[in-house]
Structure formats: structure tokens, C-alpha cells
């Protein structure tokens, strides 16, 4: 399955050269980049809508690209498992009286620190 894709509708067919993608020129605008992309786009951001998506999907993508990286780079002396507050105040001791260690984290949630 695919990933979440933001989908726009607009009221009128947009004009341009069929079978050719188009790049938007940039001009600059009192120092800021902007884009005629943005001017087609500005002010319709309430017309976007997200194709669903299942939160196992999200999960599976994450895990598979964070086993990958764990395969490819990790290499450690400690592996603490869980990021909370025990967890990374652990890590921090740790590293702290050995620097010569390598330490690694894991943790179950998307995010550290417990809740």
C-alpha cells in the first residue's frame, strides 16, 4: 500500500502543456523565494485533502526503515531498552563516567520521555 498523499482539487482545471511537467519559476519577493506554485496554491490550503491511510502502514514504514538503519550503523557496548525518564537519565550517567562507550536506545514509542 501507499503512502498518505496530499490530494488537491481545484474548482477549475488547471492550464498548462499536457504530458509535460511543468517547474515553477522562482522570483524573488523582498528577500523571500517565492514561487509561482505558491501563488497558484495560496489561499486554497482548506480544498487539500489527505488519501487515508492505516496507522499499521505508518508503523510498518517506520519500523522497516528503523531496523535498516539499525542493521546498517548500530555497534554497542550498552543497550538500554526504553526511552523514558529511567531510560535516558541511564544513557546520561552512563555516558557521562564512560564516553568510551557506545550506547544505544531503544524505545517501543515514536517519541522519548515516556508520555
Keep these: 500500500m501507499s503512502p498518505p498523499a496530499a490530494i488537491f482539487e481545484p474548482a477549475v482545471a488547471p ?38 491511510i492505516r496507522e499499521s502502514q505508518v508503523s510498518r514504514a517506520m519500523t522497516r526503515r528503523y531496523f535498516q538503519d539499525l542493521d546498517r550503523y548500530a555497534e554497542s ?19 557521562k563516567a564512560r564516553p568510551d562507550l557506545k550506547i544505544a536506545i531503544i524505545e517501543a514509542s515514536v517519541s522519548p520521555g515516556s508520555y
Excluded at 502543456?17 to 517565492?34: L, R
Excluded at 550498552?78 to 537519565?89: D, K, Q, R
Design 15 to 52: 492550464t498548462g502543456i499536457k504530458g509535460k511537467v511543468v517547474v515553477p519559476e522562482t522570483t524573488t519577493v523582498e528577500g523571500a523565494s517565492q514561487t509561482k506554485l505558491l501563488d497558484t496554491f495560496g489561499g486554497k490550503w482548506d480544498q487539500f485533502k489527505f488519501a487515508p
Design 77 to 95: 557496548d550498552v543497550v538500554i531498552v526504553g526511552a523514558g525518564s529511567c531510560g535516558l537519565s541511564t544513557a546520561y550517567v552512563l555516558a
